[in-house]
């Protein structure tokens, strides 16, 4: 039988598995014990942070993958890079469909003139820096803690968001390079922001580029984001890079289970190693939640391919309790229904002629209402012009388990 080690342990010296010392974890955004299978992207942003840093242009990142993937992890990772090359970050602003963009952006702002001026002292800049975020006017809300909404009639404003964000960028920027620094802004689940703000995003960074200044954004989303953003402008396209995150390959889906287990002194068979890749089907998400409890139902180390088999249908159940049904619950009874029919054609990408036809719809289009409020919704993508799937990996199997189409 052979087993998964790495050279430093002892295999005489293994404990029976202790529940407080799991490394795993599956909770939306908590970095993983060992972030594995995203190094291309973190050298991308690590290039784009020197290139800035010395006065060069370069392409700000606009990531982009289904739920579970790992897309919030990346992003605080990648605010980790900006910290340690001494860049002034905050944050990142997790969008929603009724979140004050604006106001958000304003906070952040604000956060990097607080620290710019701990740092280097704007003096009488503070006062033109004041004014321009007289725009995104600040006042005290109900809570009693400070709230920032936008202001058109502020002296300072011209009134039109794109211009008045491209402006305190620029100033911000100029800052910053004076003082051999730059400014990094972080943005999450960007595919729910309005056009208007997905236009004033892309206007100011790309007067970023044109003048090499060192602000950068980093935004991620669902599938669909790369097109909603290269929609706004006909230069969008050139100014972002667009990596697309997926399921993680074979080596780092193992890697991203062994390594934190050996650091516990503890080793898998390779049989369970490679079931466990399997049922996760290399997603960063599942393969938290299996490692968490396998390891909780495993008696000791070695952990073997029964002691995967025993929590299998555990994990199953945990996952369509907490990961799936919280998207299912978003979802009207008839878009629950919508989404059912998509399952019931199988998984993958489906022609959303045919759903509507399975809902009973006589034309192709019966269903279109249902597919835009879910796409808005963020439970489904269109992959291409005429086909819809699940922004969550594995979501048909989970509805044909639990709310197969015959039941409505």
Do not use: C
């Amino acid at each position: 039988m052979t087993y998964s080690l790495y050279p430093l342990i002892d295999s005489d010296r293994f404990a029976p598995l202790d529940a407080v010392t799991n490394p795993y974890a599956m909770s939306a955004g908590n970095p993983p014990p060992a972030l594995t299978g995203r190094d291309a992207q973190l050298r991308q942003w690590e290039v784009l942070v020197q290139r800035l840093s010395a006065g060069r242009s370069d392409q700000s990142l606009v990531v982009s993958g289904l739920r579970g993937v790992g897309k919030t992890v990346l992003l605080l990772e990648l605010q980790g890079i900006a910290d340690r090359a001494g860049w002034v970050t905050s944050d990142p602003i997790e969008v929603r469909s009724d979140t004050d963009f604006r106001a958000e952006l304003a906070d952040r702002t604000f956060q990097a003139l607080t620290h710019l001026d701990r740092r280097v002292g704007l003096g009488e800049r503070a006062r033109a820096f004041a004014a321009l975020l007289q725009g995104f006017r600040v006042g005290v809300g109900a809570d009693g803690g400070v709230e920032f909404s936008f202001d058109a009639a502020a002296p300072a404003s011209s009134g039109d968001l794109e211009r008045d964000l491209t402006e305190l960028f620029v100033r911000l920027g100029e800052v910053a390079a004076e003082h051999r620094t730059g400014v990094a802004f972080f943005v999450d689940e960007m595919q729910f922001l309005k056009r208007v703000e997905l236009e004033a995003v892309a206007a100011a960074m790309h007067r970023m580029s044109q003048k090499r200044l060192p602000v950068a954004l980093a935004g991620t989303g669902l599938p669909q984001l790369p097109g909603l953003v290269v929609e706004t402008k006909s230069y969008a396209e050139r100014l972002f890079a667009y990596p697309r995150l997926d399921r993680l390959d074979r080596a780092a889906a193992r890697e991203a289970l062994e390594r934190p287990a050996n650091e516990e002194g503890v080793a898998y068979e390779d049989g369970a190693l490679e079931r466990l890749v399997e049922l996760s089907d290399g997603y960063p998400a599942f393969l938290q939640a299996y490692g968490r409890e396998v390891w909780n139902t495993a008696p000791a180390s070695p952990i073997t391919t029964a002691d995967v088999l025993a929590a299998e249908q555990l994990v199953e159940r945990k996952l369509d309790e907490q990961f799936f049904h919280a998207r299912f619950e978003k979802a009207t009874p008839t878009e629950r229904r919508y989404m059912s029919a998509m399952a019931e054609l199988g998984d993958g990408p489906q022609h959303s002629g045919q759903v509507a036809m399975k809902m009973g719809y006589k034309s192709a289009s019966g269903g279109s209402v249902h597919r835009d409020s879910l796409i808005k919704k963020g439970l489904i993508y269109s992959p291409e012009h005429g086909a819809v799937d699940f922004t969550v990996p594995h979501f048909a199997p989970f509805m044909r388990r639990r709310y197969p189409h015959a039941d409505h």
